[in-house]
């Protein structure tokens, strides 16, 4: 069954829950449309050779594509991450509730859900993220493919910058992480959808990375070494970027206490290793990731908690001294 199809069905189903797809047939057309005008304009050139070539190719400016099939696809695209994005943070904030916190989402009615239907919902959400991933990939394949260019992929790239490319999500890893400590309970989920291999936190040299794998060959590997310690990730946060550190190396990249935060960043301060502006003010706390390598490297969390726990307490105590001084006006 060709992939086209394939998303189609999937997407069928999901109606109830409408959620935004890409436009497979429409983005068809448009490439469809561009081919045969372009077949059309140059069916009476001189050269035949240069003629069949011609007839397969846009010039550089294709009011055609230019005009409709990116700008189509790029809404496309916002719409599909922004509705991961929030759907994931609520299911999570859902899961991680406690105390106070819990009482008032069951007070409200939003902690009606079991948690079989939790796992079902993470599992759906990650299904999602992966198919559509792979439905992009596939359609700018198909743009270079008529145009005998890589504007396809350049525009992946602009994408990836502009943070609508969902496999940049942080609630991607969330999610993953969330799966994998989910199945380790005592709590059966149904059958594993055939749409991707399960999730999983492995180990190469000692060096943890979550990997997912879609049935049409897209796999993710999120490396989870943290590139500023070169240690695993501890108390891990992602930046808008994509990119994974602990919170307190974060923080001093970010040149703040761990007191203040990563949300009194400065607009200007770069991403440590893409070097992005602005990259701390949406940064996610990943919660279930956390969990997921608390249980997973057990000897290790316990050493870097004790070392942590000496610079944030050497951390406040600077914080604080500071403020005294400064309310004495020493």
Request: net charge positive.
């Amino acid at each position: 069954m060709k992939f086209c199809k394939k998303y189609q069905q999937y997407m069928q189903g999901q109606e109830n829950k409408k959620l935004p797809e890409v436009g497979f047939k429409k983005l068809k057309k448009i490439l469809k449309k561009c081919r045969s005008d372009h077949s059309h304009s140059h069916s009476h050139s001189q050269s035949q050779s240069q003629s069949h070539k011609a007839s397969q190719t846009c010039p550089n400016q294709c009011s055609v594509c230019d005009g409709t099939f990116f700008p189509s696809l790029l809404s496309e695209m916002s719409e599909i991450v922004g509705c991961f994005n929030q759907r994931a943070q609520k299911l999570l904030e859902l899961h991680l509730a406690s105390g106070f916190r819990k009482y008032l989402l069951w007070f409200k009615g939003k902690f009606h859900k079991n948690h079989t239907a939790l796992i079902q919902e993470g599992e759906d959400l990650v299904t999602y993220a992966l198919i559509n991933a792979t439905a992009i990939r596939k359609i700018l394949k198909k743009y270079d493919k008529v145009h005998y260019s890589k504007q396809g992929q350049l525009f992946k790239s602009q994408v990836q910058s502009m943070h609508k490319e969902i496999l940049q999500s942080p609630w991607l890893c969330e999610l993953m992480a969330f799966h994998i400590n989910l199945r380790e309970t005592k709590v059966d989920s149904r059958k594993e959808t055939a749409l991707f291999d399960e999730c999983s936190l492995t180990f190469k040299d000692g060096k943890p990375s979550l990997t997912c794998e879609l049935f049409d060959s897209v796999k993710i590997d999120i490396d989870l070494t943290c590139s500023i310690c070169l240690d695993t990730v501890f108390d891990p946060v992602s930046l808008t970027c994509g990119h994974i550190f602990c919170y307190i190396c974060a923080c001093s990249a970010a040149s703040v206490s761990i007191v203040d935060g990563l949300k009194a960043a400065n607009p200007k301060e770069k991403c440590p290793l893409c070097r992005e502006r602005a990259a701390y003010e949406g940064a996610v706390h990943l919660e279930e990731l956390n969990i997921l390598l608390g249980r997973s490297c057990q000897e290790y969390w316990e050493q870097r908690l004790q070392s942590e726990r000496v610079e944030r307490i050497k951390q406040i105590k600077a914080h604080w001294d500071s403020q005294c001084r400064a309310f004495m006006g020493v």
